[in-house]
């Protein structure tokens, strides 16, 4: 990926980018994870090129939302765990330096200074709900659902879900998304608030059209005064314990609990 001499945008081909998709046409910026063959799980140069992205489209005075999303037909499913299976497993320290990538990507992300929207055209697992989370606002397609599996899969999730699912649907139903590991139906997640609305496949993207134009309308110091403000709980929350998630994660990372677990999942794949 190429670096900027100063804080002033580039047309996405000149990124380098390859694990996402980068468009921009203004007022909407566009950035589309582009993994589909592992249902755009990720992994580390993905987390950068999302982080790259989203700090380009925070310098682009032309683009007024940010919308994420992709491709083919998950949104995410999280973390790469043949990744992890191969790379940091027994490996605390690396482990510990790939989880300062998500938490990068998360910080650029949430700190973009514009409106973002989650276009949710598939299933959000693990790390891509807690992605999704990170956006102001989220459409998604009504046969999808969201799962969170961590307590299967040796990971916590404390990269978003276990600092913000309490604020966004109450401390009960949150415990009950984290701990029972089921699928959250989309019309259920829009009810309990964890995405705004659900919506079929054929109307996802005139969906996103009529938010995208709603927010592009709003006056563009103000609404990203009023988005930190509305960061606050988020940011709070998500400040008072990740780095302490980054360091426990890692160290878990030399347990048996994470690597049985794992290697389990993926005899089954």
Request: hydrophobic share 45%; with cysteine; proline share 6%.
């Amino acid at each position: 990926m190429s670096q900027p001499d100063a804080p002033r945008p580039q047309a996405p081909d000149e990124l380098g980018l390859e694990r996402i998709l980068y468009e921009k046409a203004p007022p909407r910026a566009t950035i589309t994870f582009n993994r589909p063959e592992v249902l755009n799980a990720f992994d580390f140069r993905m987390l950068r090129e999302i982080a790259r992205a989203c700090e380009d489209a925070s310098w682009d005075d032309e683009i007024r939302v940010v919308v994420l999303t992709g491709a083919g037909r998950a949104f995410s499913v999280g973390a790469d765990l043949k990744s992890w299976a191969d790379d940091y497993l027994g490996n605390p320290n690396e482990y510990w330096k790939w989880f300062g990538a998500f938490k990068d990507a998360h910080d650029r992300l949430r700190e973009v200074g514009k409106p973002t929207l989650a276009r949710i055209n598939g299933i959000a697992v693990g790390g891509g709900n807690e992605l999704q989370m990170a956006c102001d606002l989220a459409v998604m397609v009504d046969d999808a659902f969201i799962r969170h599996v961590g307590p299967e899969h040796g990971s916590v999730p404390a990269g978003g879900a276990t600092q913000w699912l309490t604020i966004m649907v109450g401390d009960r139903r949150a415990r009950e998304i984290v701990l029972m590991c089921e699928e959250l139906p989309a019309p259920k997640a829009a009810e309990w608030g964890l995405v705004n609305w659900a919506v079929p496949a054929a109307e996802l993207d005139a969906k996103v059209d009529a938010v995208v134009e709603n927010l592009a309308r709003k006056l563009p110091q103000t609404t990203r005064y009023a988005k930190q403000h509305l960061n606050f709980w988020k940011d709070f929350a998500w400040h008072q314990t990740i780095n302490h998630a980054r360091d426990w994660l890692a160290l878990s990372m030399a347990t048996e609990e994470p690597r049985k677990a794992i290697e389990k999942f993926l005899e089954k794949k």
